[in-house]
């Protein structure tokens, strides 16, 4: 009898995996073997956008990706497709459509005092998109919420919340993790910083970057683990659509996005990027920090990436609004800080203590 129910629900397991397989627009297609050990970057797909004159962007070989295969960034791409159970009771927000937004946003230029936003960070060799979006995203909205500088850790993150947020350098799911902050919190970075000397030194191992192990412990010795933990009070999805998504930056600050990543997106320099040519490598996420429209009167998002400097325009890139291109528009999450250990001495014990009295 236990042993039927067991098949019943390894039964039910599978079937609601394979839905949720089917129902999201984020997969890769099967690369062949030969397509996987060749390098990302092509001078055929430099030529062709840069002679198409409808592309809005220009295409480079960025220095990020010069030795790179197609292997090596694909597994960047770290945005697997979310089981459907991960989506049970988070809530759709929606925003007052009469609320008035500006043509242009720069959460960089809004929130000036927040340093976190204008960041641009390097994920190493590590599939660790999905955290990155999430926790750069939360340190802005702790910024713009609380008035202080702050940066979580994407390592807490990548390593603590396990296969609930999916297989950490290997790829997750991006609500997972607002929801993590939500029900775990996240440290600091000073508290679990990314790179460091017990695992790979920047840029990351190669030719992966394990996923690290989970010690909840912080690295400096006056700073404790529990009281480094700064929460999400609540974690949701954006309702598709850009007025939405506009209104919730507006609002509450950055967001996470994902999208599929095609093989031009490795060229990307500047400009409003569009899907112009080549295969589907994979799901990605990242920061998206504002819109405006191009001097050529194309409407864009922009967007703070985590490849460091060196890849596209200083790190960021604008991409076509308002046509949900390469499915950016319909997965954006989010949620709001909470306010949790936030005015306790977050450094050491004795200042919570102090605090809790
Ligand atoms: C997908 O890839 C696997 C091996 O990597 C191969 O055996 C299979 O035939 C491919 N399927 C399709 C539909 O191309
Ligand atoms: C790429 O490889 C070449 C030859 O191995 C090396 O000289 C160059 O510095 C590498 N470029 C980057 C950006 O790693
Ligand atoms: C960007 O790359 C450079 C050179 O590899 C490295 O020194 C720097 O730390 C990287 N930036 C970040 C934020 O990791
Ligand atoms: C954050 O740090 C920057 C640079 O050090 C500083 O100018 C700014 O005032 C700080 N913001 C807050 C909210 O403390
Ligand atoms: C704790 O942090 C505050 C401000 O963030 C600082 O002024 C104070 O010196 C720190 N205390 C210790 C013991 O590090």
Not at 124 to 135: I, K, L, P
Not at 139 to 156: G, H, Q
Not at 305 to 313: A, P, T, V, Y
Request: aromatic share 10%; net charge neutral.
């Amino acid at each position: 009898m236990a042993e039927h129910h067991h098949r019943i629900r390894v039964y039910l397991a599978s079937a609601i995996l394979l839905l949720a397989v089917i129902n999201t627009g984020i997969a890769a297609e099967n690369l062949s073997q030969q397509k996987l050990t060749s390098r990302i970057l092509q001078n055929e797909i430099v030529k062709e956008v840069n002679e198409n004159p409808n592309a809005g962007w220009i295409a480079a070989f960025n220095d990020r990706f010069a030795n790179s295969t197609v292997a090596e960034f694909k597994r960047l791409l770290g945005v697997k497709p979310t089981p459907k159970n991960e989506f049970l009771g988070v809530p759709v927000v929606s925003h007052d459509i009469s609320l008035k937004l500006p043509k242009e946003f720069d959460a960089r230029t809004a929130w000036s005092q927040c340093s976190s936003i204008g960041r641009i960070l390097d994920q190493g060799h590590c599939g660790s998109c999905w955290a990155f979006g999430a926790v750069e995203s939360l340190s802005d909205r702790f910024c713009i919420k609380y008035n202080m500088n702050i940066s979580l850790s994407v390592n807490d993150l990548l390593a603590c919340c396990g296969f609930l947020c999916g297989q950490g350098c290997n790829g997750g799911y991006p609500i997972s993790a607002w929801r993590y902050f939500k029900h775990h919190g996240v440290v600091t970075e000073e508290c679990d910083p990314y790179f460091d000397n017990t695992g790979c030194s920047h840029p990351g191992c190669e030719p992966a970057y394990p996923t690290p192990k989970c010690v909840r412990k912080c690295v400096s010795g006056n700073q404790l683990w529990r009281e480094s933990k700064h929460y999400g009070v609540s974690a949701y999805k954006v309702r598709h659509g850009p007025q939405d998504i506009m209104a919730e930056v507006y609002k509450n600050g950055p967001v996470e996005v994902a999208f599929t990543v095609y093989e031009d997106f490795a060229h990307y320099k500047s400009g409003v990027y569009k899907h112009i040519t080549g295969a589907n490598i994979g799901g990605h996420a990242v920061k998206l920090i504002g819109w405006g429209t191009s001097d050529d009167g194309e409407d864009y998002w922009l967007l703070a990436n985590q490849w460091n400097r060196s890849w596209g325009d200083d790190g960021y890139f604008k991409i076509k609004r308002g046509t949900n291109e390469c499915g950016i528009e319909h997965g954006v999450v989010a949620g709001l800080p909470s306010d949790r250990n936030v005015f306790n001495g977050i450094n050491t014990s004795d200042d919570v203590l102090v605090s809790s009295f």
